[in-house]
Each structure stands twice: as structure tokens, then as C-alpha cells.
């Protein structure tokens, strides 16, 4: 297979006109359709039905082009690795990352730019970072004890206790629950992982327990400044990195031996760029540096 024609047959999938494609590729429309015509020869079968609104794939295009587009980026990930291979580790790294990571984590975890300055970080963010892994983002870390099946390299960083904390100044307003049923008589808040439902609690000893939040959220960092600011009981994920600036027991665990569960903090890569210097660099410093840090 023609890997031109391939990426003329995927720019014209995604943008869903000859127009628009040639376009994007910065070539004559006429050139564009001689690679789409050539590909369909090669293939045997139609690969694009046009029509007078624009172009829409056959089911043999669709089938190319979900498996396609991990062609090209295998192709491009091993023209990369053959570029940079035997030097140091530079460029600029794709990074998926949970909404809402407390700042104070991040800022600890990026600190292993320093060990190659040449390094340079594009942070995105999203409520469920495994969701919609795409060809724009090299690495993805996300909270869970499993990685989507597929041609993924992945590795757990860390476990975190997942449990209930709030501020010292709420506890001596309302009072320190003592069991589960005392809970009720509590403002709640509410980090909902994906996949999972902020109404339901987890026990330590396994199980779960039905729950009415105040205030639920995928966002760690507002429901952890919410249990800061004193406005409840949150459960959320303690890296166990202190907050920036604030004094040693601001925050306090609640109810630490029955509510909660251990949650693994893992990274994903696409296997076509895990060889890639500087991504390889990245999974090579991370496991390390966590340790460091008692993580």
C-alpha cells in the first residue's frame, strides 16, 4: 500500500469533502482524487461513495480508515525513532492528563523536565482521559486498575488511597463522624471517577454504601478546595503530597479505617511511540522520580 495514498484517503475521510482535504494536504483537488482513484484500485472495492454533498465512506473505507490511521502513525513513529536515534531526548511531549490533578501534584511530577531541558510539555485535559485516545496526544495518564485492550503500552505509577478527608475548622463545627450512618448528617462531596457513580461510596473492607453529595464532580482540585475551604466531607484520591503553602494538618482523614479503596495511577502510550526518545525518556524518569517521592 502507497502510504501517500493512504494519508490523501484519511484526509478526505476526516474532512468529508475533496475540497476541504486538498485543502489541508495543500494539493490540487485533481491530485487528490488520482490517489483515492489508484487506492481503491489497489484495494478492489470502493472506498468512498461521492455525492453531490460531499463524500461519505463505504463500509470498506471505514474499516481502512480506523486501521489506517494506526498505519501512518506506526510509519511516522518509526521515521521519528530512526531521526532521533542515539540522541538526547528533545522535542515537545502530548500529554493527556485527568481534569482537576491537584497543581501541587503536577508540579511535582513535571519536574522531571529538568533532567532534559530540551524537553517541552503541551498539557491537555480531560474527564476521562482513556476514552478517546487519539494520534494527538503521546502520552495519557489516567486513575484505574486496567488500560484499554488495543496496541498500548502501560504502566501503574502508583497507588493511592482513595478516601474521605475535610478541613480541621468543618470537623470542629459539625463534629467528626464515627460511623458510616453518621454521614448522613454531613455535607458530602463528591469526586466521581469514570465509570463510577458519585452516589455510591466505597467500603475498605469491600462493598459500597448509597450517598447524597452536595456538590458532585470529575474535577479533583474543585472538590479538594471545596473540603479546604471547609464546606464538607470529600472523597477524592490523596497522592499524599502536602499542599503548597498551607500548614501540616489543614486537612484530616475521615472515617480513614472503613470508607475507601486503593485506586492505581497508570500512564498509557501508543506502542508505535514508546521508542521514540523522549517518550521512552518520560517512561524511563517516571517510575523513578514517583519513588522519590514515596508515591
Not at 485533481?30 to 455525492?51: N, S
Not at 461519505?56 to 480508515?65: F, I, Q
Not at 532534559?116 to 494520534?135: K, T
Request: hydrophobic share 45%.
Amino acid at each position: 500500500m502507497d502510504l501517500e495514498e493512504l494519508r490523501a484517503f484519511l484526509a478526505v475521510a476526516e474532512a468529508g469533502s475533496f475540497l476541504a482535504a486538498a485543502t489541508s494536504l495543500r494539493m490540487p483537488r485533481a491530485t487528490l482524487r488520482r490517489r483515492i482513484d489508484q487506492l481503491e484500485a489497489r484495494a478492489g472495492v470502493l472506498l468512498v461513495d461521492r455525492t453531490r454533498d460531499g463524500v461519505s465512506l463505504t463500509e470498506a473505507g471505514k474499516l481502512l480508515a480506523a486501521r489506517g490511521r494506526l498505519m501512518v502513525q506506526e510509519s511516522n513513529a518509526l521515521l521519528q525513532s530512526v531521526r532521533e536515534a542515539g540522541s538526547e531526548p528533545a522535542g515537545v511531549l502530548r500529554v493527556l492528563l485527568p481534569v482537576g490533578l491537584p497543581p501541587h501534584v503536577l508540579i511535582h511530577v513535571l519536574g522531571i523536565a529538568r533532567k532534559h531541558p530540551r524537553l517541552a510539555f503541551r498539557l491537555h485535559f480531560s474527564d476521562d482521559p482513556i476514552a478517546g485516545l487519539m494520534e494527538s496526544v503521546d502520552l495519557a495518564f489516567h486513575f484505574g486498575e486496567t488500560s484499554p485492550a488495543g496496541p498500548w503500552v502501560s504502566r501503574e505509577l502508583m497507588r493511592t488511597r482513595v478516601w474521605l478527608v475535610a478541613s480541621r475548622e468543618y470537623l470542629a463545627r459539625r463534629g467528626t463522624p464515627r460511623s458510616v450512618e453518621e454521614l448522613s448528617r454531613h455535607d458530602l462531596l463528591a469526586w466521581e471517577s469514570p465509570g463510577d457513580d458519585g452516589r455510591s461510596w466505597p467500603l475498605l473492607r469491600g462493598g459500597t454504601f448509597p450517598v447524597s453529595p452536595l456538590v458532585t464532580a470529575q474535577d479533583i482540585h474543585v472538590i479538594r478546595q471545596f473540603a479546604l475551604a471547609g464546606h464538607g466531607i470529600a472523597l477524592l484520591p490523596d497522592p499524599g503530597i502536602p499542599d503548597e503553602g498551607l500548614p501540616e494538618g489543614t486537612i484530616v482523614p475521615v472515617l480513614p479505617d472503613i470508607v475507601g479503596r486503593e485506586l492505581g495511577f497508570r500512564v498509557v502510550v501508543p506502542a508505535v511511540l514508546s521508542e521514540i526518545p523522549r517518550i521512552k525518556a518520560m517512561l524511563d524518569l517516571l517510575e523513578p522520580f514517583l519513588g522519590k517521592l514515596g508515591l
